[in-house]
């Protein structure tokens, strides 16, 4: 039997995804991944100030609502040839890891867990034998009988009451869960205290960037001055403020959300086997050391690995145009010299074609994979399809030789009874990014004492304003500003003529992974790891996809950007 399953809305993401997949009986033999809403936003940043560029991009996502910012101003400065203080890159360290940290554990409990977690299980735990499992796990105060017992009632009255929320439409008690009652519990526990915990740490971005999300940032910079006479500067209170956010956050990933993955992985094993599907990964680099540019003193590397084999990192270069390029054989888009050829992204073109879906907007009844089918590019590096994220990033680590990341994966191997070919899949992605968000928040405590220590030894500085006037500016000149953003690898990339913007594009996590097939056929990563040994248990509660489709970590926000060519809203809610 061969049909077409439509996964359309994907829910529990950013933004507007669409899986079609074509079955051969109970297994995906081929699958599709769409971006229903359309991109442009490069097209508004064309003419403006490179300066104020950062606050525009800041708004292609409200989820990582730092990172456009960050890449923004680093491709200002990286086309000016500007070096900013060290003490700005240890504060934009804190809030890149901040950003991480939060999203990571948003992502995990309120996006991903209920792929693995069943809330009708939940119900019928015994709330005393599943505190006494959580103390256990982790030292998280919270972790009481009182507590356990309060929010399983509260889940009981939620569900009772005909308006579930976010619990609506779930495949509640689908034999695709497999985790024992009070593992269900502690999770759905762990749910709600996370979300008292993240109102917390987001405090890191206020103090630096003013609020959150789009915390305030400027090209040469921070936007937070320090002086530690001054009552709205960051000064000796507020740096106190940072280092207990710091605490707050190490706490919570040390003692509930890595026990927590670890603890749910082991009953998930089986998915260590599927989900792979590219082998391929790259991450640009981020985080220097000490304030350093250098990109030899990165936190995490940069590198490109391809087929699996971690003896080799390829080099990779985000100015040399014939590494990164976007291809949009299959994306509503048309490059003026036709859609076999990719472009580099400092020649990049975001042009609308509607052709190949027939002229008709969203909603399809099917789509014509044969002809464009997203509003995502299809980037590729040297030719290649790559995945980015956390997976990439930890592999990358363990390539490298970082001791810590090598403990981390040995000991949650080790914990769940695993090969290292484990990593390579769905529930690799899960483990990864809760390693990594260790890690960060490890990381956190070095570059918080380091920035003490400048400001100890006179070093306040947080801003170049010599990159500021346009009279120093070459009359023409370019750059791009990469990160790892929590999604992955992320870039604009900024073309400056008089003093204006002349070109702008941004590549990023989401479109490299959730991008369709090139010119060649290649599928995308999302497309690939659904293609990797997916047996669906029931087709019509497709539980499978989701788990697949969400250890990415979608978000389509950032790589459709969400405003048409004429600046006019894409969508129309209409209240009855
Ligand atoms: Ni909108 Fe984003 C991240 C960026 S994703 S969440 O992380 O950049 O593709
Ligand atoms: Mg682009």
Same mark, same amino acid.
């Not at 369709?516 to 539980?543: I, K, M, N, S």
């Given at each position: 039997?061969?049909?077409?399953?439509?996964?359309?809305?994907?829910?529990?993401?950013?933004?507007?995804?669409? =899986?079609?997949?074509?079955?051969?009986?109970?297994?995906?033999?081929?699958?599709? @991944?769409?971006?229903?809403?359309?991109?442009?936003?490069?097209?508004?940043?064309?003419?403006?100030?490179?300066?104020?560029?950062?606050?525009?991009?800041?708004?292609?996502?409200?989820?990582?609502?730092?990172?456009?910012?960050?890449?923004?101003?680093?491709?200002?400065?990286? +086309?000016?040839?500007?070096?900013?203080?060290?003490?700005?890159?240890?504060?934009?360290?804190?809030?890149? &890891?901040?950003?991480?940290?939060?999203?990571?554990?948003? $992502?995990?409990?309120?996006?991903?867990?209920?792929?693995?977690?069943?809330?009708?299980?939940?119900?019928?735990?015994?709330?005393?034998?599943?505190?006494?499992?959580?103390?256990?796990?982790?030292?998280?105060?919270?972790?009481?009988?009182?507590?356990?017992?309060?929010?399983? %009632?509260?889940? $009981?009255?939620?569900?009772?009451? !005909?308006?579930?929320?976010?619990?609506?439409?779930?495949?509640?008690?689908?034999? &695709?869960?497999?985790?024992?009652?009070?593992?269900?519990?502690?999770?759905?526990?762990?749910?709600?205290?996370?979300?008292?915990?993240?109102?917390?740490?987001?405090?890191?971005?206020?103090?630096?960037?003013?609020?959150?999300?789009?915390?305030?940032?400027?090209?040469?910079?921070?936007?937070?001055?320090?002086?530690?006479?001054?009552?709205?500067? =960051?000064?000796?209170?507020?740096?106190?403020?940072?280092?207990?956010?710091?605490?707050?956050?190490?706490?919570?990933?040390?003692?509930? /959300?890595?026990?927590?993955?670890?603890?749910?992985?082991? /009953?998930?094993?089986?998915?260590?086997?599927?989900?792979?599907?590219?082998?391929?990964?790259?991450?640009?680099?981020?985080?220097?050391?000490?304030?350093?540019?250098?990109?030899?003193?990165?936190?995490?590397?940069? !590198?490109?690995?391809?087929?699996?084999?971690?003896?080799?990192?390829?080099?990779?270069?985000?100015?040399?145009?014939?590494?990164?390029?976007? /291809?949009?054989?299959?994306?509503?888009?048309?490059?003026?010299?036709?859609?076999?050829?990719?472009?580099?992204?400092? +020649?990049?073109?975001?042009?609308?074609?509607?052709?190949?879906?027939?002229?008709?907007?969203?909603?399809?009844?099917?789509?014509?994979?044969?002809?464009?089918?997203?509003?995502?590019?299809? *980037?590729?590096?040297?030719?290649?399809?790559?995945?980015?994220?956390?997976?990439?990033?930890?592999?990358?680590?363990?390539?490298?030789?970082?001791?810590?990341?090598?403990?981390?994966? %040995?000991?949650?191997?080790?914990?769940?009874?695993?090969? @290292?070919?484990?990593?390579?899949?769905?529930?690799?992605?899960?483990?990864?990014?809760?390693?990594?968000?260790?890690?960060?928040?490890?990381?956190?405590?070095?570059?918080?004492?380091?920035?003490? +220590?400048?400001?100890?030894?006179?070093?306040? %500085?947080?801003? #170049?304003?010599?990159?500021?006037? *346009?009279? #120093?500016?070459?009359?023409?000149?370019?750059?791009?500003?990469?990160?790892?953003?929590?999604? !992955?690898?992320?870039?604009?990339?900024?073309?400056?003529?008089?003093? %204006?913007?002349?070109?702008?594009?941004?590549?990023?996590?989401?479109?490299?992974?959730?991008?369709?097939?090139?010119?060649?056929?290649?599928?995308?990563? /999302?497309?690939?790891?659904?293609?990797?040994?997916?047996?669906?248990?029931?087709?019509?509660?497709?539980?499978?996809?989701?788990?697949?489709?969400?250890?990415?970590?979608?978000?389509?926000?950032?790589?459709?950007?969400?405003?048409? *060519?004429?600046?006019?809203?894409?969508?129309? =809610?209409?209240?009855?």
């Amino acid at each position: 039997m061969t049909e077409r399953l439509v996964v359309d809305p994907v829910t529990r993401i950013e933004g507007h995804l669409r =899986i079609e997949a074509r079955m051969d009986g109970e297994r995906i033999a081929e699958a599709y @991944s769409s971006g229903t809403m359309v991109r442009g936003l490069e097209l508004i940043l064309r003419g403006r100030d490179p300066r104020e560029a950062w606050a525009f991009a800041q708004r292609i996502c409200g989820v990582c609502t730092l990172v456009h910012g960050i890449a923004s101003v680093r491709a200002v400065e990286a +086309a000016l040839k500007g070096a900013i203080p060290p003490n700005a890159q240890l504060i934009r360290n804190l809030m890149i &890891a901040a950003q991480h940290v939060h999203d990571h554990v948003m $992502h995990f409990y309120h996006l991903h867990a209920l792929d693995w977690v069943d809330v009708a299980s939940a119900l019928r735990a015994d709330p005393k034998a599943a505190a006494a499992l959580a103390q256990r796990q982790g030292q998280w105060p919270l972790d009481s009988i009182g507590h356990f017992t309060d929010v399983q %009632k509260r889940l $009981h009255d939620l569900l009772k009451s !005909g308006q579930p929320g976010l619990f609506a439409n779930g495949y509640w008690g689908h034999p &695709a869960y497999k985790l024992p009652r009070e593992i269900n519990l502690i999770a759905l526990v762990h749910d709600l205290d996370a979300l008292a915990w993240q109102r917390e740490i987001v405090k890191l971005h206020t103090l630096f960037g003013g609020k959150n999300p789009h915390p305030n940032l400027v090209v040469g910079g921070v936007a937070s001055p320090i002086d530690l006479d001054s009552d709205t500067a =960051i000064n000796a209170r507020k740096l106190a403020q940072v280092q207990d956010l710091i605490q707050q956050m190490r706490e919570f990933v040390t003692q509930v /959300y890595v026990p927590d993955v670890l603890s749910i992985a082991s /009953y998930y094993k089986d998915w260590g086997e599927r989900g792979e599907g590219l082998g391929n990964f790259m991450s640009y680099g981020d985080l220097p050391a000490r304030g350093a540019e250098d990109p030899a003193s990165f936190l995490l590397p940069r !590198g490109v690995i391809l087929g699996r084999d971690l003896r080799k990192v390829h080099e990779l270069d985000l100015d040399a145009r014939d590494q990164i390029e976007e /291809y949009v054989a299959h994306s509503w888009y048309r490059y003026q010299d036709g859609n076999a050829q990719g472009l580099h992204p400092y +020649a990049g073109e975001t042009a609308l074609d509607y052709e190949g879906c027939g002229g008709v907007p969203p909603p399809y009844q099917q789509l014509r994979v044969d002809d464009g089918y997203s509003f995502i590019k299809s *980037p590729r590096w040297r030719g290649h399809v790559v995945e980015v994220g956390p997976l990439a990033r930890v592999l990358l680590l363990h390539a490298t030789g970082h001791r810590q990341t090598r403990e981390l994966v %040995k000991m949650a191997l080790r914990r769940l009874d695993l090969s @290292s070919q484990a990593l390579f899949s769905t529930l690799g992605r899960t483990l990864a990014r809760a390693l990594e968000t260790q890690i960060l928040v490890d990381a956190m405590q070095t570059w918080y004492d380091d920035l003490i +220590a400048n400001i100890k030894a006179g070093e306040t %500085k947080t801003c #170049n304003q010599d990159l500021w006037d *346009p009279v #120093n500016w070459p009359a023409r000149c370019w750059g791009v500003g990469y990160m790892e953003a929590p999604r !992955g690898a992320l870039g604009h990339w900024i073309d400056i003529e008089n003093g %204006k913007i002349a070109n702008y594009q941004a590549v990023v996590p989401t479109t490299w992974n959730a991008g369709p097939r090139d010119h060649q056929g290649q599928p995308g990563a /999302y497309e690939a790891a659904l293609q990797d040994r997916h047996q669906l248990h029931d087709p019509a509660r497709p539980v499978e996809i989701l788990r697949t489709v969400h250890s990415f970590d979608p978000c389509i926000a950032c790589a459709v950007h969400l405003v048409d *060519p004429q600046g006019a809203g894409q969508v129309r =809610i209409r209240v009855q």
